[in-house]
């Protein structure tokens, strides 16, 4: 027969989805502070608790010393009794002796301080059991019940815990009541002191690849992926999907026989349409597709380094309001999709645009070996601006020309993107190979300006964007807070100045040649140059050349406003003197504002990034060479 300790103890940790290790410790903390409070016993005393788990008696077990006369039974114990336990005691060691008596002496605030350790106990392990296993679930979905309904949020219960839905998670014309069924997305857990905190979301778009892969088994198993998703959640959302396996018809298989299986998926997401689209590596093709329902005539595409990722679509005049959808939304979602900034032309808008450039340099030619067709396609706009019918070959002769046109244009940026290509990679030659390989996220920097750099990837490609145009990053960063640039850029100078001070170093300090002689050692820390590519200030001579050098291509960090410069051998000497504040702050002073003047060069004549300091305004060369 069990008895009732085993019994108490059985019910606690089913009722409370514990196991028997956690509330053991529970007790045994408990009858240690339960004794501490009876006996009155310090904190440096040892004392330990051991409790049968079949009978529940517990021992316990007190640090105490050996001496020859006891004057504290609370903390001394004679030799002989001390050997029991430890039969190689002796005087002034100490040994765990187990207290007489049982616990029912203990007072009333003893049981108090003990019930208060058990519930507390409990509390945490249970709070830290449903995190636990809710952070499991993270990235799931769960089906919960609406306890509370208010216009920030809603609350659903999840069986042992509670979880939260903000209103900008839920799917806008959603309504709903207490006790309703509602499945949701598991976003994030988060601990707290009060138990884990879980976000649910309806509106994300993990939540429709989830119900893709409950809904059709070639996804679960494997056999189709999900390459990308674009959802705006209650209106419309555009799925890529591929087949691994070779047979498998992966838009098929998605919609499933008559439409059953995107028909659940849309009833479960409050009738939102989905356009479920077959992914392909080839880009003019899969951009098509993505803008459907709507035909295309051409894809032509931009991939500029500095501005990024293009695409011009034309579409016949009819499919224009179709491939933008209502509200710009259908290009918006292929846009997502694909992750190219989609422009969208009528076919009359291109020819129109071919025929008012021909006159130009660039034009002239494809004006002459294609005369007669632009003759006819002169006569057919002529036509269109008299409101008169255009017959179907006619718009099929638009469309070529337009094709035509575009084509050309496409080949002369391709051959302007080489030149500068070329440019940008003698840039990136200079800069160490480690910094491709980090990504983005290494960089010391808030999540906001983190998530707005993601699309370059990793670290090399901002450096090099600041050393040669950083219009990019300024777009990029637009909607962050100001500052933002200000703040890559010191993080850049956190991670990248040690992977380049060696071969800054290495170009600071030239060898003599037979050609040179050897310069006097003082003379040379004068003339040395100090090159550091995000950092150190660079202090070089300056001897008068035969021929100028071509100029060398800067980046200037951009600046706060209120920004003056401060001379440095100033600063030192208010310091010194006491003028203007104590020498600590203007120490911090001077070395901040020494790296604001800093300033970033790519000097092509000896292909290396250097960093230099901007002097002061007014300033000569001269005036420096004076002062020494």
Known sequence: MKSEFEVAFNEITESR?????????????????????DAGASTAQRVEVKIDPNTGR???FVEKEVVDNVLNPLTEVDLEKARFYDPEANYGDTVMVRVEGSIKRFGRIAAQAAKQVILQKIREAERDSLYEEFVDREGDLVTGTVQSV???????????????????????GERYKQHDKVRAYVMEVKKTNRGPKIILSRSHRNMLRRLLEYEVPEIFNGQVEIKSIAREAGYRSKVAVFALQEGIDPVGACVGMRGIRIQNIVKELHDEKIDVIEWSANQEEFIAKALSPARVAGVYLDDDPDTGRTALVIVPDDQLSLAIGREGQNARLAAKLTGWRIDIKSVTEAVQEALASLETPEMRDLRAQHAGMVEEVQRIMEKKAANRTIMPEEYHLLSRFS???????????DAARAARMAE????K??????????????????DEILEALQPLETVGEIMWRFLVDDSRLRHLLRECPPGSLEQVQQALDRVVLPELAEPAETLAKPQPTAEAPAVEPELAAEEAVEASPFGDELLEAEPEPATAPAAPRRFVPPQPRGYAEVDEEEEEDEAVLGFGGAPKKKEKKKKKERQQRRQLVFDETIGQVVAKRRRKGGRSREDWDSEE
């Open 17 to 37: 989805s514990l196991s028997r290790e956690i509330v053991l410790d529970a007790l045994q903390t408990a009858l240690v502070q339960a004794y501490r409070r």
């Open 58 to 60: 517990p021992q316990i």
């Open 150 to 172: 208010s216009q920030a949020a809603i609350t659903l219960s999840l069986g042992r815990a509670e979880a939260e839905m903000p209103r900008s998670q839920q799917i806008p």
């Open 403 to 413: 094709d035509l046109y575009e084509r050309r244009q496409l080949a002369r940026r």
């Open 424 to 427: 940008i990679n003698a840039v």
């Open 429 to 446: 030659a200079t800069l160490p190979p480690e910094m491709f390989r980090t990504p983005v996220t290494a960089l010391d920097l808030p």
